[in-house]
């Protein structure tokens, strides 16, 4: 099976003695939706921002489609939606997708095409002229995700793109995700809410900054004899502690 | 560095000026309000009122400019959308020269503006003339442009931001000879006003103050700043990191 990210001894320090990932070991395939689940700090964040080159490494390292992560070259083949909204909320949602269509170094020629393709994809077409500001926290994820969503990258890292959401939406954007890695895009998404888990292709369990399970969600109930991928991370973190 | 980036990095700032129109609004009405009330506290001093009112004139826009890309820039970083932009194929120069031409051309506008006021409506004279009295405060603005540019690299909220203010530039002010001939300060301020960039830009206010040509003087003061501008970029541009 082909690899999109490939991270080996990962360690990292925030600060001198907080270890935020503690020897992380991972292979993730190209084309699936995988999931980073787990509580609130537990390194889920700090694994992505390495993931995209954001963040200095300890110790290890992060290959991505065989590069180091943080390679210029790679800055064109992934996109990265943060934790904040990362939008220009003093803009309209067409004057935030156009910039970073030219920033994401796509042609003028191709920019209407682009920016109606992702604002069909989280259905914000008829926002297109509203000032971000002014719309709600669902609606600016949104647009934060439609951002992603440009160019058609092969990575895309999403943190928390659900936070906020209404169910009828999450269930949309998760059938999207799904239909984007079926175009053989890698989606790394995380989340700390288990449900989401069971949408995932491939799912990796992280608690106090280490790896405890890295399985599709089936394999992972089988193996902890659960109904749930809740039960599972339960029966996980019980068995560490 | 591309410069379709760059220009789409100024297109996207002015645009979110243009949706904030009461910035735009204070950043041209209070430089001249200011300098028409200095002209009635010296009612009665026209000559010490026309000797610092060109002073002012490059002071006012540096320290609003300052101000106003100090906290602009932040904003970007701690709101996320640098850390996106910095994943993205796009140089860093592309981001601080963005933000270099639309604040030098409000710059302008504001030196302008402010210019307009103190040479017509104020009747203050400047013996250079209107020109090159012009040209010494857009180069001091974007020196105040530059400099929160840099200096925005080191905040890490606003209020450090702010605090930029009574920490760079106020001693600056204090030691420019904008309040006392430099002349007549102690001897360690003088060599601190003398690395100082806005004892240039002061400097240069004198000049056109004081002479009717343009002095050999005065372009080598607009030199010394305009080398501070280009290192302020250089460096801001250096202390983006796309790592932490």
Redesign the interface.
């Given at each position: 099976m082909a690899t999109s990210v490939k991270i080996k001894n990962l360690s990292v320090f925030i600060g001198k003695h907080f270890k935020a990932l503690d020897d992380v070991n991972l292979v993730l395939p190209v084309g699936k939706t995988i999931g980073v689940i787990g509580p609130s700090g537990a390194g889920k964040t700090t694994l992505i921002?390495c993931i995209?080159?954001?963040?200095?490494i300890s110790q290890g390292e992060i290959k991505i489609f065989g590069k180091h992560a943080?390679s210029?070259e790679l800055?064109?083949q992934?996109?990265?939606?943060?934790?904040?909204?990362?939008?220009?909320p003093?803009?309209t949602v067409m004057?935030n997708l156009r910039?970073?269509v030219?920033?994401?170094?796509k042609s003028k020629k191709s920019a209407d095409e682009i920016i109606n393709g992702v604002l069909t994809d989280v259905d914000m077409t008829n926002r297109a002229k509203n000032?971000v500001r002014n719309l709600s926290t669902g609606q600016k994820q949104r647009v934060s995700l439609a951002?992603a969503l440009i160019g058609h990258p092969k990575l895309m890292v999403l943190d928390e793109p659900t936070v906020g959401l209404d169910p009828v939406l999450r269930d949309k954007l998760w059938k999207l995700f799904a239909r984007l890695a079926r175009g053989g895009t890698t989606l790394i998404v995380t989340s700390h809410t288990m449900d989401e888990a069971e949408r995932c292709d491939d799912l990796v369990l992280i608690r106090d900054g280490k790896v405890i399970a890295h399985s599709t969600p089936g394999e992972l109930r089988k193996q902890t004899k659960s109904k749930t991928v809740e039960e599972s991370f339960l029966k996980l973190v019980g068995d560490k502690e | 560095m591309s410069i379709v980036k760059t220009l789409a990095t100024s297109r996207r700032v002015f645009n979110q000026l243009f949706h904030d129109p009461r910035t735009i609004a204070m950043m041209f009405i209070v430089p001249p309000v200011l300098l028409t009330i200095m002209k009635y506290v010296f009612q009665d001093q026209t000559k010490v009122f026309d000797n610092i009112a060109p002073m002012l004139l490059g002071v006012f826009p540096l320290t609003m400019m300052f101000l106003i890309t100090s906290i602009v820039t932040l904003r970007e970083r701690t709101s996320g959308t640098l850390d996106r932009l910095m994943t993205m194929p796009m140089s860093k120069f592309d981001f601080i020269f963005g933000y270099a031409i639309v604040f030098g051309f409000l710059g302008f506008l504001q030196a302008l503006i402010t210019g307009f006021v103190m040479f017509s409506l104020l009747g203050v004279n400047v013996a250079a003339g209107f020109l090159p009295t012009i040209v010494a405060a857009v180069i001091t603005a974007l020196l105040g442009t530059s400099l929160g540019l840099f200096l925005s690299a080191f905040a890490s909220s606003e209020f450090q931001a702010i605090q930029y203010m009574p920490a760079f530039i106020f001693p600056q002010l204090l030691t420019c000879g904008l309040f006392v001939a430099r002349e007549n300060m102690a001897e360690p301020l003088q060599w601190f006003s003398n690395v100082m960039p806005l004892t240039y830009s002061v400097d240069a206010m004198k000049q056109v103050t004081n002479n009717v040509d343009w002095t050999s003087a005065l372009t080598g003061d607009l030199v010394v700043v305009g080398i501070f501008v280009i290192g302020a970029l250089i460096l801001g541009s250096i202390t983006i990191r796309r790592q932490e």
């Open positions: 921002r995209v080159g954001g963040l200095h943080g210029p800055r064109e992934l996109s990265y939606m943060t934790q904040e909204l990362s939008v220009y003093d803009l004057e910039y970073f030219t920033m994401a170094g000032l951002i | -």
